[in-house]
């Protein structure tokens, strides 16, 4: 509807004698009563025009008010114009949306272009928190949307296995192996991991290795404990996120980029372009130029390299990898790194906006209302595995995408358990089962469900089933919305809003009846509401049950 509504537009700006046409903004109205669609071009053309925006909406209603498709054409407030389409459009389309299903509600708007989304790359130092699983659930579905745009999309797990948290880990782990096998205290590092999962790693090499290491300075040892220890813990992350349903395509290691020598030669390339330069013995980034608030260090005074240094090195790494766009997904806390990658970006020469950053706020995870503490397994925060294992996978990752990632967001561990729209997974995939329910029970009384596109929509007429359509007709839009602004909670809301909507009609009306014409109509209905939810569900990584 949408892009009709432009196009009409669009010609009748033209007839109007404009030459250059701007982008014509479509929205939807607040009310129902205002309309399908509303659009607000009429004022964004008044300075242009030089004429009042009501004016120009005047004259936009009176060049497409006789077009068959629309029932009404009306000016609103300061010039904005309302559309209701007509209902020989509205069955015309919806019977376009049962006969080409995925053809209708999805778009190539990436035309084959090439994406790399690289989302959770949390440090291997232990367990996945619910941040991570938010981040996670978002860096999925922005890669399903994307994909089903038309974009040829990688995902990427970075792995920070290089530098001093992995060392750190490490450290914990050879203390707690030198504390069991002794059978007293051994000092621990003051900043050390203290989760159970360090005492089960140590658990591990003892009854791999048994005492070979005890007594012995952890220096003389460091490189097998860290590799062990970081190892495990990636080796848990990838199962955890196999089980959350998210695969990745790469999986890469800033040690690597160490090894090869990538890192270096970042540098060395950098300071003969002059944005690194020496100062106090050590070596700095001349982040300044490109707008971050000062300069960066990327090598300390010891020669010890910064995290930086290697972010700099794998963003390098990323471009030369000749991807058309860049997509990161961090934690909020990190929205200080942001101008520095960008000013990284503009000193190798490539355009800031080629890396879109999305940030994603932490969870907050409550029992029937109240905060949930402490995981006794990591030791500081629950795990998205503890949270996985209680509610199921579906739910977790649906209400993660019930709010914009970049929002705080409040999960409560029993609403997420209900039976009943106080779990919005469970409406919306009950909605999903009760139609293949239907279908069933037509099939089971004889009823040929095939081509239900050359039914009579026409005897679908009553408050709700317009509404319906109206509301399945929306979902392009809404793909198409979600798409350009990395928001596939535009998808969520949109599901939930089409499931309450069904079951108030499902309650209130029989879909198979004695009038073999109205069921036939209502099943085509209750098909394409099917065909929309679980479209929408597979976008957001979710399954659509068959019946529950």
């Given amino acids: 509807m949408k892009k009709y509504l432009v196009e009409i537009i669009g010609n009748a700006l033209k007839d109007l004698g404009l030459k250059d046409i701007p982008t014509i903004e479509i929205e939807v109205p607040p009310q129902d009563s205002m309309g399908d669609l509303a659009t607000p071009i009429a004022m964004s053309l008044a300075s242009k025009l030089k004429k009042p925006p009501r004016r120009i909406a005047e004259e936009l209603v009176d060049a497409i008010r006789d077009q068959s498709v629309f029932e009404r054409v009306e000016i609103a407030g300061p010039g904005f114009v309302n559309v209701t389409f007509s209902l020989a459009y509205l069955y015309s389309e919806i019977k376009k ?47 399903n949307l994307l994909k089903a745009a038309g974009f040829r999309v990688e995902r990427e797990y970075y792995i920070n296995d290089a530098g001093k948290q992995v060392r750190l880990l490490g450290f914990s782990v050879f203390a707690r192996y030198q504390q069991q096998l002794r059978g007293k205290e051994y000092p621990f590092p003051d900043e050390g991991y203290k989760g159970e999962y360090v005492k089960e790693i140590a658990d591990g090499i003892v009854k791999e290795r048994g005492d070979i290491f005890l007594g012995i300075n952890f220096e003389d040892v460091s490189e097998y404990f860290i590799d062990y220890s970081y190892k495990k813990i990636l080796e848990n992350i990838k199962k955890d996120l196999s089980d959350f349903g998210i695969v990745f395509d790469v999986w890469q290691s800033e040690k690597e980029l160490y090894e090869k020598g990538d890192v270096k030669k970042a540098i060395e390339d950098m300071k003969q372009t002059g944005v690194v330069y020496e100062k106090e013995g050590a070596m700095w980034f001349r982040s300044t130029a490109f707008g971050d608030d000062k300069d960066r260090v990327i090598v300390k005074q010891d020669g010890e390299y910064t995290y930086f240094a290697s972010d700099i090195a794998y963003h390098r790494n990323k471009i030369e990898r000749k991807y058309d766009e860049l997509i990161d997904i961090w934690g909020a806390d990190h929205h200080g790194y942001i101008p520095r990658i960008h000013a990284v970006l503009e000193a190798l020469g490539y355009p800031k906006e080629k890396l879109k950053v999305l940030l994603v706020q932490m969870v907050t995870l409550l029992r029937g209302g109240q905060p949930v503490q402490m995981s ?107 798409v350009y602004t990395y928001e596939p909670h535009r998808i969520t809301f949109y599901l939930q809003e089409l499931s309450g909507m069904f079951h108030p009609f499902y309650n209130k009306y029989r879909v198979i009846s004695d009038d073999l014409g109205l069921t036939m109509a209502r099943l085509a209905l209750c098909g394409a509401i099917r065909t929309v939810l679980r479209d929408g569900l597979e976008i957001l990584g979710i399954s659509a049950p068959e019946k529950m």
């Avoid at 006969?99 to 232990?126: C, H, M, Y």
């Avoid at 004889?446 to 929509?457: E, Q, S, V």
């Fill in 97 to 143: 949306l049962i006969e080409k299903e995925g053809k209708f509600l999805r778009e190539d708007i990436g035309k084959g272009k090439r994406v790399q989304i690289e989302f959770i790359s949390a440090n291997p130092t232990g367990p996945l928190h619910l941040g991570h699983g938010r981040g996670g659930a978002t860096g999925e579905a922005l890669s």
């Fill in 376 to 482: 006794k397994r990591a030791g500081e925060f629950i795990t998205l595995r503890e949270v996985m294992d209680e509610v199921g996978v579906d739910t977790t990752k649906f209400i993660f995408l019930t709010r914009r990632p970049d929002s705080h967001l409040e999960f409560d561990l029993e609403a997420a358990k209900a039976q009943s729209s106080e779990n919005p997974v469970f409406y919306v995939q009950y909605a999903h089962a009760r139609i293949n329910s239907i279908f069933n029970n037509a099939r089971e009384k004889g009823i040929n469900t095939d081509n239900l596109f050359d039914t009579d929509l026409g005897l679908l007429s009553s408050r709700e089933e317009l509404g319906l359509i109206r509301k399945l007709l929306m979902y392009p839009m809404v793909f198409e919305g979600a």
